[in-house]
């Protein structure tokens, strides 16, 4: 779904679902997915001049995708790693 510049409204439902749409590619729960539309969606509403670019959709979706790997990443440490808290005693290779 193509997103329109300066047409993005975040409480908007049509976008929010979109966001949900592309996040599911990349996320293992509906739970992660919806998330990860948040967290994009914060990250646009806190500095709107993301969408300053040529391409709003190259914009939008690069950072969901951020955000995507940064979640897979955390929940790969986690799993690898307990709870993913580190002692100061524990080493952290």
Partial sequence: ???????????????????????????????????????TIDVLCDNPSLLDGRDINEAIFKLLRRHAFDENELSSGQGSQGDGVVSEKEPTW
């Fill in 1 to 39: 779904m193509p997103f329109r510049k300066y047409a993005f409204i975040p409480d908007d439902p049509n976008f929010r679902e979109a966001l949900v749409l592309w996040a599911r590619k990349f996320a293992k729960s509906e739970a992660v997915a919806k998330r990860l539309a948040q967290r």
